[in-house]
Each structure stands twice: as C-alpha cells, then as structure tokens.
C-alpha cells in the first residue's frame, strides 16, 4: 500500500483520514514509509502535487547513507528535509545529528523550523506524543527566531553548527551511553560573501573534507543540500569528487525546455489560462522579472559568476624585490627604506579612520623605487600630522592627495603647514559655468582606475615595476577581476596599496608640470 497526494487540496486531509483511521495501524505503517508519513501529518506544506524527483529523493532518504541534492529555488528541498528530521526524530532512527551552514544563525533558524512543528502539529502529537520538552523558562520557544541545540523527549540531540566548527570529539553521552554524530546535514553552505574569495573556498573545503567529514564515522548519514552560487565554491567541489557511494541528484526547472515540475509553467499567458481553472501555477516569466540577473543560477542551476581571475601574474609577483625597511620612531606603521629626496612623488590615500578603509601614503622617485610606506586606520587631520613629518625629512615633491569624501580634513590641516605649496593642484574649466576652477588630481573612477591598473600590471609584466614592500605581497595576490571585468581585491583584503603604487606610476610617467602661478593659488585661497 502506497499513499499518494490527492490532486485536489480541499479533498486531502478527508481522503487521508479515511484511507488510515487507526493510529496504531498509522504508527506502524509510517515507519518505513517516509514519502507516506510526509504527505500524511504535513499536508499544509503540499499546495502542489510532489513530482517524480521529491518521491526518488524521499525513498532515497530510507535506504542511502550519502545523498548530495542540487535542486532549484523553491523546489521544497528544504522543506523535504525538515519533515526527513522529524521522521527520524519520532521513530528515533538517529541519536545525534548535525546541522551544519555556513553561519550558525542559518542552522539554528532551521532548528527552530523544527521545533515548531513538534510543538504545534496536531495530527503528529496526538499520534507520537509531545516530542520537544517543555522547559521550565520565561522564554516563550514560539517567539524565537532559532536555537543552537535541543534534546528531544526520546533523547536524540540536534545541535547547529557552522563551517568553522569541527566535528571532530563530538559525543552526547551518559553515564550508560555515548554516541558519536550518526546524521550530518548540510545547507547553505555556500553564500555570495564565502565564494567571492578563492582563498576562503580553499580553506572552507579543506575544513569539510578534514574536519567535517573526516571525524565522522563510516556510518554516520550525510544530506547535502547544494546551492548554485559561482563555478569553484565547495559545492561544484564536492560535486566532482563524487563516487559511486554518493546519491546524486541534480534538477534545474527546465530539463531541454520541458517542465521538472508542474508547480511551474512558462509563461504569464499559461498562469493566467490556470487561474480560470482556480489552479495557481508559477510563472517562470514572472520569476525571471523578479529574479533578474539571478534567475539562471537559482532555477537553471547556471553559476551567477565564473571564477574569479588575478589581475597580477602570480610569478612575476614573486619576482619583486622585498625591501627593508625601517619604522620611524615617531610614528608606528610609517615604513622608512631609502634616504630622503627632492624630486619625488607622493600618492595620499585618505579614508574614514572608523570604517573597513585604511589611508596610505606612498612616494616613490622617479626610477620608481619605493622609498616611504605609510598604512594605517587613522583620521585625516592626523594624516596631516604624517606628512608633515615626512616633509620636515626632507622628503620633498609633488604630493597628490586623493579626492574622495575625506580629502578636505587632510587638506584643511594642511593650511597650518609650510608644504601646501607642494600639493599637487589642477587648473580647469567648469563645464557648467565656463569659469576656471581648481581641482585636485587625481580622481580615481571606473575611468581611471582600469587605465592606472593597467598601467602597472603592464610594467609588472616587463619587470620594469619591481620594489615593494613583503608587507603588500598578500594585497597583490588577491587582486582580482571580478564578475563584471572590474578589479577589486578580494574578502578581507584591501586595494589602497595598489591603488597607491598604480597611481604614483601614472604619476611618474606622465610627469605633469606643478601649477605654481599665483592666479591659481589665489583661487585654492577662496576654495577655503
């Protein structure tokens, strides 16, 4: 005997009820009969009629022990494996299962799904009892939003986990027992902020294959819930290290223009043309147009961005000449390396001392070699302080400061000292107005910044750009194009070196003369 969902909602909970009146009979017949148990006490889940894929996963589910399951959005994986645990959970078919993503907030919320149902299905606590304990707390379990762990009443332990945490010495044990994780389950392993970086795919793979993985006992279940995000993340890795002991299955909602499941229809017209039958479909048009861009990884299983691919050629990077240097005594993170100069050239990176940025300050010569180095969350006005120090060292030359939202601090500080005359100030016309005007140089923008960058990877590439700091080595390995052919560096790493040494290249490249006519200087007077 097999159930099967009744196509009509209305129709369902009394066609059910009818086909199973006693518990026991229900009690005993559910036990090995998942798919059955699923359709019976979670009807309110099912609007739809499950496909041919929800059916082989569910029988799946019983008999293998490695499932790896690469579904569309909105396919109910997610849901299929919630009511998979709870199964578990009322025949006690597990004692200790792991619920793993890639933040702890993610598992725990889905814990929290659980708890829910145990504490709030009718049908399935008349039959199996109250399966969640009540706790003795002023805290309402309905009114939270997740939990980290929970022992059942039948004593099986759920405890969240993120990647991060090992598996390894994991046991829920007594004084007459102890169990080691006998269920592992994996969703959301994979989000936009774990894949923008290459390195963190590395170590976030190597940590499940050795830390996850590798503690687990040959018996232990594994479910894997597979996300569609870039082409290298630890999905698509896990996907090719597949062996014939894993169940593999993999749906995108359209398999050669045809539809996987009939929850969905193409277009708006075919919605419309169900709705007058009072069936409510799901058109891929209208999900397309909410979607956008998004559309093909979520529901046609296609990567949203290729690999990211290093702007800088790993081995000429490993060519550069690693300078030593010194730290001024004054100032901590100021890096001195060469002797004092005239004719050189400063690059001044400003930023927002509170935020994520750092300001820099750069200057090089004109043989391009790196005589000062200056990297450090500090406030513009202080930054002022820097230079002025540097300039008192005899460290003399054109001095461009970045225009970007906190120049002016810099610039006003700057006031109080005998180098204003050194920054570097552009005479132009405002398009507006036709008048001339006074600007600083250099504005980095999605203009300049792909000129200057590939300025800089060129004489890399010639070995004509050699010096720098070990300090900056790993800022250069992880400088990358992204999806959309911009540079940007990746997750945790910073571009204001970079973006220091492109631009004091340019800079000596083009070698632009000083404005020192007093006219101009006058007009940098009314700017303040």
Request: proline share 3%; hydrophobic share 40%.
């Amino acid at each position: 005997m097999e159930l099967y969902e009744i196509t009509k909602p209305d129709l369902k909970k009394k066609a059910l009820d009818s086909i199973i009146e006693s518990k026991a009979f229900r009690v005993k017949y559910f036990e090995d009969n998942f798919y059955s148990f699923a359709i019976y006490y979670f009807t309110h889940f099912f609007s739809y009629k499950s496909s041919r894929f929800h059916k082989e996963w569910a029988k799946s589910m019983q008999n293998k022990d490695k499932l790896f399951i690469l579904w569309f959005r909105e396919s109910w994986k997610t849901i299929w494996l919630m009511i998979y645990l709870i199964w578990v959970i009322v025949y006690k078919k597990k004692n200790y299962i792991l619920y793993y993503s890639y933040e702890q907030s993610l598992s725990s919320s889905r814990l929290f799904d659980i708890i829910i149902q145990l504490k709030t299905n009718s049908k399935l606590i008349s039959d199996y009892g109250n399966m969640f304990p009540n706790i003795k707390s002023k805290d309402n379990w309905l009114e939270k939003k997740s939990v980290q762990e929970f022992i059942t009443t039948n004593k099986i332990k759920l405890k969240a986990m993120s990647m991060g945490k090992t598996s390894r010495w994991l046991l829920y044990s007594n004084n007459d027992w102890a169990f080691r994780p006998d269920l592992l389950l994996l969703d959301d392993i994979d989000v936009i902020e774990s894949v923008r970086n290459p390195a963190v795919v590395d170590k976030n793979y190597a940590f499940l294959k050795w830390e996850i993985f590798g503690w687990l006992d040959a018996f232990c279940q594994i479910i894997f819930l597979g996300n569609v995000i870039s082409s290298d993340w630890i999905v698509p890795r896990h996907r090719r290290d597949l062996n014939d002991k894993w169940y593999h299955s993999e749906i995108s909602v359209l398999d050669k223009w045809n539809i996987t499941w009939d929850r969905f229809v193409k277009t708006d017209q075919e919605q419309a043309e169900w709705l007058l039958k009072w069936v409510k479909k799901i058109s891929l048009e209208e999900k397309e147009r909410e979607q956008k861009e998004n559309f093909k990884p979520n529901f046609l299983l296609i990567p949203m961005m290729e690999l990211w691919s290093p702007v800088f050629d790993p081995n000429k990077i490993n060519k550069f000449k690693l300078l030593i240097w010194e730290e001024d005594k004054k100032y901590r993170w100021l890096k001195i390396y060469k002797e004092p100069e005239e004719d050189i050239f400063w690059w001044v990176d400003t930023a927002l001392w509170w935020t994520w940025d750092y300001s820099v300050i750069s200057i090089r010569n004109r043989n391009k070699e790196l005589l000062v180095s200056y990297k450090q969350k500090v406030a513009p006005d202080y930054l002022a302080e820097v230079i002025d120090h540097l300039v008192n060292m005899w460290y003399k030359g054109k001095i461009l400061i970045e225009n970007n939202n906190t120049w002016l601090a810099t610039i006003t500080k700057a006031k109080e000292y005998d180098w204003i005359d050194l920054l570097y100030w552009e005479l132009s016309v405002d398009k507006v107005t036709n008048q001339k005007v006074t600007k600083l140089w250099f504005n980095t923008n999605s203009k300049t910044k792909p000129l200057i960058i590939s300025q800089l990877n060129e004489y890399i590439n010639d070995d004509l750009f050699i010096e720098i700091d070990e300090r900056w080595l790993n800022d250069y390995f992880n400088y990358y194009y992204d999806e959309k052919w911009a540079t940007n560096a990746l997750l945790w790493h910073h571009d204001d070196i970079i973006i220091a040494d492109a631009i004091c290249l340019h800079w000596i490249i083009t070698n632009p003369p000083v404005i020192v006519e007093s006219v101009i200087w006058l007009e940098i007077d009314d700017f303040f």
